[in-house]
Every structure is written in C-alpha cells, then in structure tokens.
C-alpha cells in the first residue's frame, strides 16, 4: 500500500470553512522523491522527470522547509507556507510533514479561497506589515521584473538585463516619495523605474557587486535620480526572489548618503590641510592619546625625538620622564600657558634644552598637543625636569 495519500478532492464545511485540496508526496532522508501526485507536477509545471529530488521538484523555498524537517528530529510539523507557483501568484498552503516507516509524507493543502478566521488574520498580517512600512522614516521599494532576469546568461548580460529588462515598482512607501521628492499627487507606482535608478557605470558596478554576492547586499553604493532629475547618492540593501534560474523580484531599502559623503570629504579635505600645516611648522608638534602614548608627529619632532621615535610608542620610551608627563596633562587640564624645559637623553642632542608647551584637544578628549621650541644653553641651564638621570 503505497505510503502517499491521493489528493483529497476539495472539501468544504460550514460558513467558515476553507476550500482546499491535498497534494502529496514520499521522499526519504536523502530528500529522493519515491512517489508524487501528478497534479503536484502540473501545478508546478514540472514534468515527471524533475520529480526525483526535491530541489529539482519543489520551489527553493518549499525544498528547504522540507529539507530543514528532514535535517530535524521532529516526528511532525505543520506549517502556514506560501507555495510559489510559475508565472503566476503564490498560493496559500498549510505543509504537513509526518515520519512513517523511515519515510517522510509531505501532505500540501492549498487553501483556494480564505475565509473566515484564517482570511481574518490574512488581512490582520497585511494590515499591519502595510502600517509599519507606511509609517517607517525608512524608504522601502520593491521592483518586480514582468521580465524575468535570467540568470543563466553571462555577468554582463545579466546586468543589461537588469537595467532593460521590462520591471515595474510593485511597492513603495511615502519615505520613497520624499526621498525622491515626488509631487504632490504623484504615485511612484506609475513611474518608470529607470527614471530613479538610471544605467550608469556607477550603478552596472553595484549590480555587478550584487550579482557576485548572490543577489543579497548590504551598503551598495549607487548614484540615483531624484523626481526632477537631479542626481543623489544613495546606499541600498538588496534582497531578491529567485526561481528557476530566474530573478523575479527585488526588495530592499535606500538611504541618502549625499549630506553625508559632503561632509566626509570636507573633512577629510580638512585633516588633509592640517597635515600640510604641521608638516611644515618649523616648531615640533606631538600628538598623544591615551597612556600618553604618540599618535601623529610632524617632521620637525622627527628630527627633535630622533630616528627612534615611533608612533604608538610611550612618551617616557622618547624620552619623557613621567613627571614631565603629569606635568604637560596638568597644564593642558588647568589651561596653563607656561612652558618647561626638556632634556634630551640622546648622545646626539645633548646639551640641547627643548621648552615644551600642551593643551587638550576640543573634540577628542584626552588628546594631548604638544609643541616644542628649542632654547639655547645657558651658563646656568633651567632645572632639569624630564630626560635620563
């Protein structure tokens, strides 16, 4: 007796009741099909040669929910499951999944028509994932290709495809319209999608980047258009539906990046100044974080420190005694403006007194600057404060 049920023709009850039909099949632990319903075959137009294996039968995510009961240890398991169907919406299913005799028998009820209870929280779920995407400051889109991506083809064509292929937006929420600033009383829904995310060399190597990652990506640079044509720089998450070989739709989230990319580079153009600055003071600078150890010296410390000097290294491994140490983080505390003198340790700069003056930094705290000036050898040198004994 063969250990797969006939599909159950469809069964209805009272007021509340869900019409269905019950498609099933037999695979063992390997995930080998030993036995299938024919009308699964035709509902997923699969021809009897694919039903060996489920991945060969089955949509990817419905193999995997079935691989993952066969991984497990479970005894049973029903699950609420969306059934991808070609060229056509996905259906609602409950997937019941039982052990006998070695075996596993997966039964697919294919709800037909929701009602009552079930189409309740069917329209409570939709009702609630509408309101969090519609209130969230965060821009959403979804693109769904009427045109499906095949991905068998070379890279490059791929990336033709996702930029000519015939797509269209299939959701988008408010924070989409504001982020491309849409007029008033215009629906993203009936725009082009190339008016927003144009072929360029920008945006062909951020899909580039997506296809190498398999169609799942976080921080993807792109350069988009706003409504009035105006470009944007963007950063995106991709996440995507692919099946057969096919990518049918792709989702994700966009974030202006303009403001703050401008405000990056100005930065950056700023410490790069600063850099050209204290390279060419005259004056030893010496910067110092935590632990007095050193992080940025200009030239001109270089030659004061000698060849020695490295950064991350201590201020005493440079020649600092501690209480020189204390005494230029007290200053720049209080506000001090005095100077105190250094000693040099090294055979090379003995006999040379430097004058050290610090202050703390605004924006990073407990950063130390300290400037040097070197004063001549007096007949009665200052009193010696840091350097070797």
């Not at 294919?110 to 995407?133: D, F, K, T």
Request: proline share 6%; hydrophobic share 45%; aromatic share 4%.
């Amino acid at each position: 007796m063969s250990p797969v049920a006939p599909p159950f023709p469809p069964q209805s009850g009272g007021p509340d009741a869900t019409a269905f039909t019950v498609l099933a099949l037999a695979v063992d632990l390997d995930g080998s099909i030993l036995e299938t319903d024919a009308g699964l075959c035709r509902l997923l137009d699969r021809s009897a040669e694919a039903a060996h294996r489920l991945e060969t039968l089955l949509p990817e995510a419905t193999a995997r929910l079935i691989r993952d009961f066969l991984d497990g240890t479970a005894q049973t398991e029903i699950a609420q499951h969306m059934l991808p169907l070609p060229g056509r919406p996905a259906l609602p299913a409950m997937v019941v999944l039982a052990r006998q005799a070695g075996l596993v028998v997966v039964r697919i009820a294919l709800l037909a028509a929701p009602s009552g209870a079930y189409a309740a929280e069917l329209m409570a779920q939709a009702e609630i994932l509408s309101a969090m995407l519609g209130t969230a400051p965060e821009a959403f889109w979804c693109i769904e290709y009427q045109e499906p991506v095949d991905l068998s083809l070379t890279e490059d064509s791929v990336i033709d495809q996702f930029f000519r292929n015939a797509c269209c937006w299939r959701a988008c929420n408010p924070a989409m319209a504001k982020l491309y600033q849409l007029p008033e009383g215009v629906d993203f829904h009936d725009q082009p999608v190339s008016r927003y995310f144009p072929e360029t060399t920008v945006n062909r190597a951020m899909v580039r980047d997506l296809v190498r990652a398999g169609y799942t990506l976080d921080g993807a640079v792109a350069i988009d258009h706003r409504h009035d044509g105006s470009e944007m720089l963007v950063v995106n998450s991709f996440r995507a539906r692919v099946e057969n070989g096919q990518l049918l739709r792709m989702w994700g989230t966009v974030r202006d990046i303009s403001t703050e990319r401008a405000r990056e580079d100005n930065l950056a153009s700023q410490a790069s100044e600063m850099e050209s600055i204290l390279t060419a003071l005259p004056d030893p600078v010496i910067v110092v974080g935590q632990e007095a150890r050193v992080l940025a010296v200009n030239p001109a410390a270089e030659r004061m420190l000698g060849a020695g000097l490295q950064l991350g290294q201590s201020l005493e491994a440079a020649g600092f005694s501690a209480e020189t140490v204390r005494r230029l983080r007290e200053m720049a505390v209080l506000g001090n403006d005095d100077m105190i003198p250094l000693h040099l340790p090294s055979q090379e700069r003995q006999g040379e007194i430097w004058l050290l003056r610090s202050a703390l930094t605004e924006r990073a705290e407990g950063r130390l600057v300290i400037s040097a000036c070197r004063q001549s050898v007096q007949a009665k040198p200052l009193r010696r404060v840091g350097g070797s004994k």
